[in-house]
């Protein structure tokens, strides 16, 4: 039967590779172990990142809503619908909305939105106090 290499080795040379056999191994092992802390410290890093990145999203978009929340409301408060559907309306010229009847002259062309439509008014006559 043909020997292997390492039976062909004398003892004193079998000793030898083995002691650095079982030195590749240890080194090995370290080198495994140093490699696994880092990917452990590496994991645990990004995992820290994800979980500030994940906060600082949810803020912004906590933000944002609050945001959209508060234009919504002044969008619902602007909206005429609820006091026009109430029998309200809002008289306007080209210059704009009218509060005072001193801002007319006889002959301005009004607007009167209502619920269902614009109607256009001509001032015949002012009675001013």
Do not use: C
Not at 5 to 30: I, P, W, Y
Not at 34 to 59: C, D, G, P, V, Y
Not at 76 to 104: F, M
Request: aromatic residues 4%; charged residues 25%; positive net charge.
């Amino acid at each position: 039967m043909r020997q292997t290499f390492f039976e062909r080795l004398s003892g004193a040379a079998r000793v030898n590779l083995l002691n650095r056999t079982h030195l590749l191994d240890r080194k090995t092992q370290l080198l495994y172990g140093q490699a696994n802390k880092i990917l452990n410290l590496t994991s645990n890093q990004l995992n820290l990142t994800r979980l500030r990145h994940e906060n600082a999203m949810l803020s912004t978009l906590e933000r944002h809503k609050n945001h959209v929340m508060i234009m919504k409301a002044k969008l619902t408060e602007k909206d005429p619908k609820h006091w026009i559907t109430k029998g309200w309306t809002r008289l306007s010229t080209q210059k704009g909305y009218i509060i005072n009847a001193r801002d007319l002259d006889v002959g301005d062309t009004l607007k009167a939105r209502l619920v269902d439509g614009l109607v256009h008014l001509k001032v015949e006559h002012i009675d001013s106090r």
